[in-house]
């Protein structure tokens, strides 16, 4: 299995708190995603990174930032949280998209509450 | 726009055979991806078309038809195991994967 961890892994927050999700990789893939999962959606991408401090945003990236300082970290930062944010976010990796079959690899993912 | 169509529900039996459907239309293509996703877990590659014609891997079995836009996934001798979710992607030119809702199966005995 991909070394890909998630944290935290379940969280409760209010509204208007900032919070930090981390996905932290063993793999040495150059890139990294940012998903978010909610009934009746397919997987949406927030943001995603094609190389340390290389980022570029997905199509729900409103309201979510990023931040990658190493290979192995992407941190999904949430500067004020809203309840529409309440979502479980997943992490994935490749090693890239256009080589062999590109298939993604998820971390566990992260249960986030915004009350 | 850019679009992926997949039943939401399925049902079949243990033993059995169950196909599922997708369609998509994307701004250029780069292949088809199937994951499977257990309630609560992360999802898990299955398989990956870029040309025409069937892929068979064990009990699964992925389609692709690049001129119709469509693929199945076919699962022989179902498990309960196979009870899951099961997610189609679509690769578009800019190598970003455009996501089904994914189909629930749900495998009676």
């Known amino acids: 299995d991909a070394g890909i961890t998630q944290s935290p892994r379940h969280k409760v927050t209010e509204t208007g708190t900032p919070v930090t999700l981390r996905c932290h990789q063993t793999?040495?893939?150059?890139?990294m995603y940012w998903y978010r999962q909610d009934p009746g959606h397919g997987l949406r991408l927030i943001h995603y990174?094609?190389?340390?401090?290389?980022?570029d945003k997905g199509e729900v990236s409103d309201g979510y930032s990023v931040s990658r300082s190493k290979t192995e970290d992407f941190l999904l930062t949430l500067e004020s949280a809203t309840s529409s944010q309440t979502s479980v976010y997943f992490c994935?990796?490749?090693?890239?998209?256009?080589?062999?079959?590109?298939?993604?690899?998820f971390g566990e993912g992260s249960r986030l509450t915004v009350l | 726009g850019q679009n992926i169509d997949q039943p939401t529900e399925m049902t079949a039996t243990e033993g059995a055979i169950v196909q599922i459907n997708c369609t998509y239309q994307?701004?250029?293509?780069?292949?088809l991806f199937w994951y499977q996703q257990h309630a609560g877990e992360a999802p898990t590659f299955l398989s990956y078309?870029?040309l025409d014609g069937l892929e068979e891997k064990g009990r699964f079995s992925s389609f692709l038809s690049r001129s119709k836009g469509y693929s199945y996934l076919l699962l022989k001798e179902l498990q309960m195991k196979d009870s899951a979710s099961y997610l189609c992607?679509?690769?578009?030119?800019?190598?970003?994967?455009?996501w089904g809702a994914g189909t629930k199966l749900i495998i009676k005995p």
């Open positions: 994935a990796i490749s090693e890239s998209p256009g080589q062999n079959t590109g298939e993604l690899f």
């Open positions: 793999e040495n893939h150059r890139y």
């Open positions: 990174s094609y190389g340390v401090k290389d980022t």
């Open positions: 994307t701004s250029g293509f780069n292949g």
């Open positions: 078309n870029v």
């Open positions: 992607a679509a690769m578009d030119s800019n190598y970003q994967l455009i």
